[in-house]
T-cell receptor
Framework: AQKVTQAQTEISVVEKEDVTLDCVYE???????LFWYKQPPSGELVFLIR??????QNEISGRYSWNFQKSTSSFNFTITASQVVDSAVYFC???????????FGQGTRLTINP | GAGVSQSPSNKVTEKGKDVELRCDPI?????LYWYRQRLGQGLEFLIY????????KSGLPSDRFSAERTGESVSTLTIQRTQQEDSAVYLC????????????????FGPGTRLTVL
């Protein structure tokens, strides 16, 4: 069975601080895909990133970076110099090859205080 | 271009009534998914369609739930004899390709339908 665990239910930081959101996954598939989605107060999920299981190269996009480590089954997300607009619920998700559904973690509510 | 759209945005119904929720995927997307999000929770998979067929219905919580898709486009999720525990936001997503290695199954979500069962 596939499972995604986001142990941090809520995080609150002051603007400009760096913050890391943790994601640990379980799967028996050798090929799988990992995702991060953002859900702002408006409610609509916004796709942030997808990683393939055979590509462990870390990725940076502006203030966002992702650290994928197969050895620890983790796919952590870091926001550098956080801004109030980053406040949202962030979901980590997993999809296996041939299994098309996304398995979501419970989400981390991130609050950036001015 | 247009994203995934869902209607209605909000639905309030009485316990025991049937409801229909509609999803219009991104044009050309072959795969369509339904998820449910209870208040403060993550998303639960319900069902997905490849074309008009539903290879995986494993997430439907009971036989009161059903879904169909026509013309490889619009999908309708029907909940019969609604119960209070059905109250949630129902999210629809679509994706362009399905299952090919390297495709990653990137799903684009609609704004959801908030269902409240009184």
């Amino acid at each position: 069975a596939q499972k995604v665990t986001q142990a941090q239910t809520e995080i609150s930081v002051v603007e400009k601080e760096d913050v890391t959101l943790d994601c640990v996954y379980e799967t028996r598939d050798t090929t799988y895909y990992l995702f991060w989605y953002k859900q702002p107060p408006s409610g609509e999920l916004v796709f942030l990133i997808r990683r393939n299981s055979f590509d462990e190269q870390n990725e940076i996009s502006g203030r966002y970076s992702w650290n994928f480590q197969k050895s620890t089954s983790s796919f952590n997300f870091t926001i550098t110099a956080s801004q109030v607009v980053d406040s949202a619920v962030y979901f980590c998700a997993l999809s296996g090859q041939g299994a098309q559904k996304l398995v979501f973690g419970q989400g981390t509510r991130l609050t950036i205080n001015p | 271009g247009a994203g995934v759209s869902q209607s209605p945005s909000n639905k309030v119904t009485e316990k025991g009534k049937d409801v229909e929720l509609r999803c219009d995927p991104i044009s050309g997307h072959t795969a369509l998914y339904w998820y449910r999000q209870r208040l403060g929770q993550g998303l639960e998979f319900l069902i997905y369609f490849q074309g008009n067929s539903a290879p995986d219905k494993s997430g439907l919580p009971s036989d009161r739930f059903s879904a169909e898709r026509t013309g490889e486009s619009v999908s309708t999720l029907t909940i019969q004899r609604t119960q209070q525990e059905d109250s949630a936001v129902y999210l629809c997503a679509s994706s362009l390709v399905l299952g090919r290695v390297g495709s990653g199954n990137e799903q684009f979500f609609g704004p959801g339908t908030r269902l409240t069962v009184l």
